[in-house]
Nanobody, 120 residues
Framework: QVQLVESGGGLVQAGGSLRLSCTTS????????MGWFRQAPGKERDFVAG????????YYADSVKGRFIISRDNAKNTMYLQMNSLKPEDTAVYSC?????????????WGQGTQVTVSS
């Protein structure tokens, strides 16, 4: 398994921005489709965004489309999630994961996650 470490979470006011990072181990990062997920208290983990191995193609959950941007830097084995126009309902633990195929919205394992809290 790829080791995954998320960072960049924090407390932000509604309308603000945060950038999350997902750093991975191993030499095969650039062969993986990667994704971001989030889990709010008492709710199931939901898909947020996915990105192709090269970074040239992306896809999003409807709830974040137009506000969040997923990207990656394969030279740094790192994926990012730029979150803009944040809303209180974006509050959750955000985790990254490798995906089985481009377009998938499911993962088999995730990192430990980073907490994002959006205050109203």
């Amino acid at each position: 398994q790829v080791q995954l470490v998320e960072s960049g979470g924090g407390l932000v006011q509604a309308g603000g921005s945060l950038r999350l990072s997902c750093t991975t181990s191993g030499r095969t990062f650039n062969s993986y489709v990667m994704g971001w997920f989030r889990q709010a208290p008492g709710k199931e983990r939901d898909f947020v965004a996915g990105i192709s191995p090269s970074g040239g193609k992306t896809y999003y959950a409807d709830s974040v489309k137009g506000r969040f941007i997923i990207s990656r830097d394969n030279a740094k084995n790192t994926m990012y999630l730029q979150m803009n126009s944040l809303k209180p309902e974006d509050t959750a633990v955000y985790s990254c994961a490798p995906l089985t195929f481009y377009g998938s919205r499911r993962a088999d394992y995730w990192g430990q996650g980073t907490q994002v809290t959006v205050s109203s």
